[in-house]
């Protein structure tokens, strides 16, 4: 009994460590980055995003732009208060660890279409 719970949790370690280095880096935008009047619904249609991999969002952060990821309301509404994760430093790094839709935009610029969803 003791041999199946440690061969058991060999197999979730070896299958844990495997998964984790198959984790992708996604710089949004590609070379564009993340600027207003990006077509980011066609790049993420391009893209192949998955569970534990990482968005990368390289952005001016001198022109007022953000990141920041919300609930489907709020991105509806392009509010980013009480966002998941709001960041305006230039260069911000999301790592997609829950399966589900998940909604970034830039607040103030969603008209820019600085916005997109992404389902993991």
């Not at 619904?41 to 007022?64: C, E, H, M, P, Q």
Request: hydrophobic residues 45%; negative net charge.
């Amino acid at each position: 009994m003791a041999s199946s719970a440690v061969k058991f949790m060999a197999l979730f370690l070896i299958l844990y460590y495997v998964g984790s280095s198959l984790a992708a880096e996604h710089t949004v935008g590609d070379q564009l980055g993340w600027r207003p009047l990006v077509n980011y619904y066609s790049w993420v249609r391009s893209k192949s995003i998955k569970l534990g991999d990482t968005l990368v969002f390289n952005y001016d952060a001198a022109k007022d732009y953000s990141v920041a990821e919300v609930t489907q309301f709020k991105f509806i509404a392009c509010n980013a208060s009480n966002a998941k994760f709001f960041d305006e430093s230039g260069n911000s790094t999301v790592t997609l660890v829950e399966s589900g839709q998940h909604y970034f935009m830039a607040e103030g610029h969603c008209s820019d279409q600085m916005v997109f969803s992404v389902l993991v």
